[in-house]
């Protein structure tokens, strides 16, 4: 069975830090992968969206990047956080068709100091 | 895409059936109608999802309008487990989508012992 793996569970970093957050999806082979960020109260609003290795799409103009250096991994990451970077970040993994369902992990909450 | 509206909470008693409705007088024919819910501190998972004709798995059913500009998500029995937020979710067949998901704010549901 397929699964996703993010970690760490909970971060706290003060502004300017560097970021990097990891991800990674077993049982599965070229699956669309997702990075969505929940600020407080708020719904999921999708940050990247990478269809291949090294294929990255970004949905919103923004201080952090993603990359993905193995079929099965997705990073994201920033060289120097804002606190408008705090919030609860989610990997998500699909087949990436009309039906198929997203498959989401346990989520990174990150708060900026 | 195409925009759904879902009123911001509901409440439910436990082991009664609840009904969580979702408009969206501007689905075209080729959008699928997706069902997620998040539990607190989670990331969402997958409920259901159809086209025209009802459906129903072991979480839930689904109830589509005629007129598909409504569907209504249905708990037949709600367990405490079952308080989270309720997102629907339009998914087009056509474009670049790549499974794509455009979260709302969703329906609060709580449920009372």
């Known amino acids: 069975s397929q699964t996703i793996h993010q970690w760490p569970a909970t971060l706290v970093q003060p502004v300017g830090s560097p970021l990097s957050l990891e991800c990674t999806v077993e049982g599965t082979s070229n699956p669309n992968l997702y990075w969505y960020r929940q600020a407080a109260g708020r719904g999921l609003q999708l940050l990247f969206y990478s269809v291949g290795i090294g294929q990255i799409s970004s949905e919103v103009p923004q201080n952090l990047s993603a990359s993905r250096p193995q079929d099965r991994q997705f990073i994201l990451s920033s060289k120097k956080l804002l606190l408008s970077d705090s919030g609860f970040y989610l990997c998500?993994?699909?087949?990436?068709?009309?039906?198929?369902?997203?498959?989401f992990g346990d989520g990174t909450r990150l708060s900026i100091l | 895409d195409a925009k759904t509206t879902q009123p911001n909470s509901m409440e439910s008693n436990e082991e009664e059936p609840v009904h969580l409705p979702c408009n969206h007088s501007?689905?075209?024919?080729?959008?699928?109608i997706h069902w997620y819910r998040q539990l607190p501190s989670q990331g969402p998972e997958y409920v259901i999802h159809g086209l025209t004709s009802n459906v129903n798995n072991r979480m839930a059913s689904l109830a589509i309008a005629e007129d598909r500009k409504s569907s209504t998500l249905i708990l037949h029995r709600a367990t405490l487990r079952d308080a989270a937020v309720y997102y629907c979710i339009l998914k087009n067949a056509g474009g670049t989508s790549y499974g794509k998901l455009t979260f709302g704010q969703g329906t609060i549901l709580t449920v009372h012992p």
């Open positions: 998500a993994w699909g087949e990436g068709g009309i039906v198929q369902p997203q498959h």
């Open positions: 501007t689905i075209s024919g080729t959008d699928y």
